[in-house]
């Protein structure tokens, strides 16, 4: 992998938790302006509709980089409109990644898998 996928996964990796937590606070907000007076519905829409053009900008450009399959580039986004989701795609990026780069380790050093 070179090192423009690798930091695509990562920035994908990096906003995936912080899309999923805004996420879930909206959620609460939303709750809470039903049966409270409380209302932070606005200022949380906009912070989870920011983090979410952001993970799909950054989505875009990490399948760009490492051509995934059209049903894997697809989990990739159903994840960021699920609950919990964003957790679930930090995970499956992780493992992509570490593997994308023991499979690297290996080639450069001549190790053939068998």
Known sequence: MDLKTASALRRLRLVSTPEAVSFLLLLVASV?????DFNAVPVMGAIHGALFVIYGLFWADAWNRTRWPLGRAALYFVLAVLPFGGFYADKLLRRESEASVIATRAQREGVVGG
């Open 32 to 36: 809470l302006k039903r049966t409270t």
